[in-house]
T-cell receptor, first 112, second 116 residues
């Protein structure tokens, strides 16, 4: 069965540095990969989607890569700020945009 | 748009009682999802509907759980009888037709359920 892993349950970095979060999947070949942000006490909020034929996608300080050979997506936040502190979830999707399974999430803390 | 609306926001009940969670999706969205989130198991899909029809309910834990979507603007998740292990945050999410791509899900604020 498919498995989704996200690096370390928690990640602490200093303000201004680049945060890099990893999403690895096995027994699955997604056509899309979505990233969501979840703040305590709230539902996840969509951030970015990347397609399998896209190597990289950017949105402001966010950058996502998708390596189908490594079966991995990397999520980068440049010039991180304390307001970026949250849990980040990845969600691989199949060709039809289905298969609604989320990774366990990585809790990011940006320290001032 | 008000976004996905869930009620109640908090529910505390005693073991054995019936619990009904409610969800109003975003107008125009044709997918509706029910998720459960716990520290141990993360965010788990319970069931999802497309055009009011249940498509995949393989995530529903057992017969004590049931979900309905009588129309495009309302869905319920019912637990009967409830057990302490059902304590979790339950999220409803909706999604517009994906066309040729994969559109994002919009999540509600969740219902925090505590079963004593």
């Amino acid at each position: 069965s498919q498995k989704i892993e996200q690096n370390s349950e928690a990640l602490n970095i200093q303000e201004g540095k680049t945060a890099t979060l990893t999403c690895n999947y096995t027994n699955y070949s997604p056509a899309y990969l979505q990233w969501y942000r979840q703040d305590p006490g709230r539902g996840p909020v969509f951030l970015l989607l990347i397609r399998e034929n896209e190597k990289e996608k950017r949105k402001e300080r966010l950058k996502v890569t998708f390596d189908t050979t490594l079966k991995q997506s990397l999520f980068h936040i440049t010039a991180s700020q304390p307001a970026d502190s949250a849990t980040y979830l990845c969600a691989p999707l199949d060709n039809y945009g289905q298969n609604f399974v989320f990774g366990p999430g990585t809790r990011l803390s940006v320290l001032p | 748009d008000a976004g996905v609306i869930q009620s109640p926001r908090h529910e505390v009940t005693e073991m054995g009682q019936e619990v009904t969670l409610r969800c109003k999706p975003i107008s125009g969205h044709d997918y509706l999802f029910w998720y459960r989130q716990t520290m141990m198991r993360g965010l788990e899909l319970l069931i999802y509907f497309n055009n009011n029809v249940p498509i995949d309910d393989s995530g529903m834990p057992e017969d004590r759980f049931s979900a309905k979507m009588p129309n495009a603007s309302f869905s319920t998740l019912k637990i009967q009888p409830s057990e302490p292990r059902d304590s979790a945050v339950y999220f409803c999410a909706s999604r517009r037709p994906s066309g040729q791509g994969a559109s994002e899900q919009f999540f509600g604020p969740g219902t925090r359920l505590t079963v004593l």
